[in-house]
């Protein structure tokens, strides 16, 4: 995507596939933006976050020191008032995140927020989007009332596929792995997303994001996990 349209956007997120998910939508519902993807905000440089209108971070994996992590957003929010800030916040991290980053320029959506709040957000703009999202401002299910269970028949090679997907991996990469060929990853990729009903990767990432997808394809769990990573030589491992 050529910077000379101007408009340029950061997705924030240490969990693989929140960071590709994002990504995804921002492709498909805002094909004139050019995304950069990163880890964390440490990674940012001051030129990047001149370029950007809007940031998308995902703060949901900050557990470690909560009050430290967004502390250093709040620092950027009064550094960078151009740039409409777009937290993805936990219920346990909500009402830190509304001392520290409720501001004019910034929208705090739910972890679990559907695409088309996110979309919604980022096209409504910070003047006008809402400054904390109805979902989060909702009381919180209780244990009865979580999503229905709906059977997933997937095959077992469906699921390997998906859950690699959900952990940052490319189809280059998975078809290494599993000594296949790119054709019949992506192939068994389609047929898990026809079993799903899913169109499109954007919804392949949202399910995969789910509670339910991360039931089943035992992602819970997964991530930080390495034994598959030391199973390839470090240079394919480079490969997207």
């Not at 905000?41 to 998308?56: D, M, P």
Request: glycine share 6%.
């Amino acid at each position: 995507m050529s910077a000379a349209k101007g408009k340029f956007g950061i997705v924030i997120s240490k969990v693989p596939v929140m960071r590709i998910g994002l990504g995804e939508v921002m492709t498909i519902h805002f094909p004139e933006y050019e995304i950069l993807h990163c880890r964390s905000q440490g990674e940012l440089a001051l030129t990047q976050l001149n370029r950007a209108s809007v940031v998308i971070a995902d703060l949901s994996g900050e557990y470690v020191n909560p009050r430290e992590a967004l502390g250093q957003y709040y620092l950027l929010l009064s550094q960078y008032r151009h740039i409409h800030w777009i937290f993805l916040v936990s219920r346990a991290l909500y009402p830190l995140a509304v001392e520290l980053l409720v501001r004019p320029e910034s929208t705090l959506l739910a972890d679990m927020e559907p695409i088309e709040g996110v979309v919604n957000a980022i096209r409504a703009g910070s003047e006008y989007s809402e400054r904390i999202s109805q979902t989060l401002l909702s009381p919180e299910p209780r244990s009865g009332d979580t999503e229905p269970k709906v059977a997933v028949m997937l095959t077992l090679s469906e699921r390997k596929v998906l859950r690699l997907l959900g952990k940052g991996w490319g189809i280059n990469q998975i078809a290494m792995l599993l000594k296949k060929s790119n054709k019949t990853v992506s192939a068994q990729k389609n047929s898990a997303m026809r079993r799903l009903s899913l169109h499109g990767n954007a919804e392949m990432y949202a399910w995969i994001n789910s509670t339910q997808g991360m039931r089943e394809l035992n992602l819970i769990s997964a991530y930080g996990e390495q034994k598959e990573w030391k199973q390839m030589p470090q240079e394919d491992i480079l490969l997207s």
